[in-house]
């Protein structure tokens, strides 16, 4: 049931105003993002044309606080299919930012742990220029744990059940030990100063 005394007329706009978000109005519901979308297969409820449609109406809460909301790998399948070119899974990050904002304020609780993988990852990036497996796995299971210790208790579990074959792919190994850095570190750096001017 929709309370309309809580809905957000200015949300839409909100979102608009986000790089990736300009094209949100435009979309009139044809559902082609949600019916070509992969993931749906493996996650029945993921409805990405219900989020945009929720966005449109001004449900902010329910949208910032929606698990759906991080489930988009960003395949660009639903924007390859978009008669209207809005753009979904560029749509889709610029309300994650909204709500990742909130959630650095206080205003909300983030019920994904999407995002802590999303930061530890970016961090290793930007640390490195590539990514550092063991590194990632480190600040990933901090983050989602609260502490180092219960991180690395977590992370050793995971790694029983699953270890043997990353190992055998090469990932979490002995080579992995140990970042190797890109030897152009300016040009990483001027990718993510370039990062957050748009996000200001």
């Known amino acids: ?13 909100e979102i608009m ?11 009139f519901q044809c559902s082609t993002c949600t019916l070509g979308c992969p993931l749906t297969e493996i996650i029945p409820t993921y409805n990405p044309r219900k989020i945009i449609q929720m966005s449109l109406l ?21 924007t390859a299919r978009c008669p209207q070119d809005v753009r979904i899974a560029d749509l889709l990050g610029a309300i994650r930012r909204i709500a990742e904002r909130e959630e650095e ?13 999303d930061k530890a990852f970016m961090h290793q990036i930007q640390k490195y220029g590539r990514l550092y ?23 050793s579990k995971d790694y029983k059940k699953f270890g043997m074959r990353l190992f055998k792919k090469g990932k979490m190994g002995v080579k992995s030990m140990f970042p190797v850095k890109v030897k152009d570190r300016e040009v990483m750096k001027k990718i993510f100063e370039h990062m957050e001017a748009e996000k200001g």
């Open 1 to 13: 049931m929709i309370k309309t005394w809580e809905l957000d007329p200015e949300f839409k706009y």
């Open 17 to 27: 105003k986000e790089s990736g978000g300009e094209h949100l109005t435009a979309c």
């Open 58 to 78: 001004g449900m902010r809460n329910e949208v910032l606080t929606n698990p759906d909301l991080w489930v988009c790998l960003i395949c660009q399948t639903c």
């Open 105 to 117: 304020a206080g205003k909300l609780k983030i019920e994904s742990v999407r995002p802590s993988f």
């Open 133 to 155: 497996d063991m590194g990632l796995a480190m600040e990933y299971y901090r983050e989602k744990e609260g502490s180092f210790f219960k991180g690395m208790m977590t992370m």
